[in-house]
């Protein structure tokens, strides 16, 4: 597999892993005009990406044959589509509809110029050069437009986000300007044929842009399954950690034991449920322990090793028979500055 065939494979994963998690979303939202716009884009974006893989991405700069116009009409319904999109997403519904209306219209005339210019003049004429000229030109400016759209969106996002709007600008410039080299460089030779060095750059660079652009999309969801992982990762080891303070004290209180885990509760990805459940049992385990620790003297403002000391004679008190005398109850393992679960993980730990 050569470098460019690479790099359009790895372009359409990209593009189809994120169209299908818009997909996903678009079910939830499907009045959405920015996300059904993006829809559209990416659909068009993954088909270019797709032919380009298979070599036909070099009619794009070519001046004959009915195939560049439609490759042609498919990348304008992109950078249209992609116009939408940021439009509605940085503008009010108003703005966005009106300047949306003129986008459209003025992508309709280009497409309709192009296939008039070609059908009059006949596939690799003058006139066709004109028409296929004219839409290259439309993408160009599109695609450096909604380059500068993509860095408004950089003052709104901070921290671990921010790479995120520079890359997509420079993934959409970069492929405007493969475009705008394509198109003033086919018009020149005979027969709109390019040198092969210059034909082997524009099939890299409009992967390679088609790439960074739709890294800039899926960074954000990156950085979210990242820090989702983690969560789990923290969960899973604390619901480990606290299983002996939890048989400790169901075995004093069975009835704060949760009840039976179903069949798929237990599979891995479903740790979160296990991991608040055996907090809840514990926490409320240990409120009715409370009275217990009056009686010996513990309270919230005692150390953990006190506290650790002050569980372990009360269980025994439980597990003896012996009434509390108190009508309070002494809170232990609380801290409110600390994750849920770490202070009684701690707790667990001081208790051996």
């Known amino acids: ?61 070519s001046t004959t044959g009915w195939s560049s116009v439609a490759a042609r009409g498919l990348q304008v319904g992109t950078v249209l589509a992609l116009a939408l999109f940021f439009g509605y997403s940085g503008y009010s519904s108003a703005r966005a509809r009106r300047t949306g209306w003129w986008d459209v219209r003025i992508a309709a005339t280009v497409l309709v110029g192009m296939v008039a210019l070609v059908g009059l003049g006949g596939p690799g004429s003058g006139a066709a050069a004109v028409g296929l000229a004219l839409s290259g030109g439309y993408t160009t400016v599109m695609l450096l437009r909604t380059g500068v759209w993509g ?7 901070a921290g671990r986000m921010r790479p995120s709007p520079p890359m997509g600008t420079v993934g959409l410039w970069l492929c405007g300007l493969a475009t705008a ?23 890299r660079a409009y992967p390679v842009g088609t790439l ?13 399954r990242i820090a989702a ?30 009840a039976p885990l179903r069949w798929w509760h237990r599979l891995p990805w479903r740790v979160h449920h296990r991991h608040w459940q055996r907090v809840i049992a514990i926490r409320d385990a240990l409120l009715w322990l409370g009275p217990h620790l009056v009686d010996l ?56």
């Open 1 to 61: 597999m050569g470098v460019s065939a690479l790099l359009h494979t790895l372009a359409a994963t990209g593009v189809g892993m994120l169209l299908v998690g818009r997909l996903r979303t678009l079910r939830h939202t499907p009045r959405d005009p920015a996300l059904r716009a993006l829809v559209a884009a990416l659909v068009l974006l993954l088909v270019l990406t797709l032919l380009g893989g298979a070599g036909v991405t070099g009619t794009l700069f």
């Open 151 to 157: 860095l408004d969106y950089l003052g709104e996002v």
């Open 181 to 203: 080299v394509g198109t003033t460089t086919a018009l020149a030779p005979p027969g709109g044929q390019l040198p092969e060095s210059v034909r082997a750059g524009l099939h």
């Open 212 to 224: 960074l652009f739709t890294a800039s999309l899926l960074y954000p969801t990156l950085l979210t």
């Open 229 to 258: 992982l983690r969560l789990w990762q923290r969960h899973w080891r604390t619901y480990r950690e606290l299983e002996p303070l939890w048989r400790q004290l169901s075995a004093a209180f069975p009835e704060a034991s949760p």
């Open 297 to 352: 003297g513990v309270t919230t403002q005692s150390t953990l090793p006190q506290q650790a000391t002050g569980v372990i004679r009360a269980l025994q008190r439980v597990h003896a028979g012996v009434a509390p005398t108190s009508n309070d109850i002494a809170l232990v393992a609380v801290d409110d500055a600390a994750p849920a679960g770490a202070m009684l993980v701690r707790l667990s730990r001081a208790m051996g």
